[in-house]
């Protein structure tokens, strides 16, 4: 959908998965090693380069997608520059789908590996968003947000100070009993409320609501394509799991049939 956004031709999709999971296991693979930082220097390098010919050959054959409408814009009083146009396109295209597709995958383990939910969305499908929500709580695709100390601090005894980088636990935050009764049991009619899985404040993710709809829609049309669906006991799921980052990488199943 990003990729359509933003003017990225279709055949050069998977280029920009492996692009973002380069960049984004810089961040969470602890200690870094010279792999994960020679793979993120490469691949940054590689998509800043592609985002540049994408660039010069809106200035050849402008079009309407997003990069042609910034590139319209650049070089007025209060465009952007191309270095700006570069970077936001980059960062949409590293943030803005990793952590939806860990989601989508997330909401179909947990549903499929606890038969009692997936038979609760079964018998009312209007508990999808609950479901998504759900998972945002109990199994959320970013566990950990980095925040800077504007000033020095205390919480529990412990002294922060200004200038510090803090990692905030999500996941735990999402577990609080103050907020979730019960919070280690997955129930999609919970409803929760209050989840910090998209952040918050000033520094919120911009594009939550278009992340939930994209799950909703592509949980939707899995789902009611495939009403038999389970996992494939025959093989093995494979996840992705970094210091802030969740999500099956694959998740093998299998169907009995389709509904058109």
């Not at 200690?31 to 993120?40: G, N």
């Amino acid at each position: 959908m990003l990729s359509d956004f933003l003017g990225v031709p279709a055949q050069d999709r998977h280029r920009i998965v492996q692009w973002s999971v380069d960049f984004i296991d810089f961040f969470n693979i602890f200690p870094i090693t010279v792999d994960s930082a020679t793979r993120m220097i490469e691949s940054t390098r590689a998509m800043q380069a592609y985002t540049l010919a994408l660039l010069e050959e809106r200035r050849r054959a402008p079009r309407e997608d997003f990069l042609g409408i910034l590139l319209r814009h650049a070089g007025t009083p209060d465009g952007p520059t191309t270095e700006e146009i570069v970077g936001n396109a980059m960062l949409l295209l590293l943030a803005g789908h990793a952590a939806v597709r860990n989601l989508i995958g997330n909401v179909v383990w947990l549903l499929l590996t606890r038969p009692d939910e997936n038979r609760k969305l079964d018998a009312d499908p209007t508990l999808l968003r609950a479901a998504i929500d759900e998972t945002l709580r109990f199994e959320p695709p970013v566990t950990l947000i980095p925040r800077i100390a504007l000033e020095p601090i205390s919480v529990c005894g412990n002294s922060i100070p200004a200038g510090a980088v803090v990692q905030l636990s999500l996941a735990a935050a999402n577990r609080d009993l103050a907020h979730f009764p019960d919070p280690d049991r997955f129930d999609i009619a919970r409803q929760p409320k209050q989840l910090m899985s998209f952040g918050h404040g000033p520094h919120g993710c911009a594009g939550v609501n278009l992340a939930r709809l994209q799950s909703e829609i592509a949980l939707r049309t899995l789902l009611s394509r495939h009403p038999e669906l389970a996992l494939d006991p025959e093989r093995p799921i494979t996840w992705y799991r970094t210091a802030a980052n969740r999500g099956p990488v694959n998740l093998p199943l299998k169907t009995a049939a389709i509904r058109a």
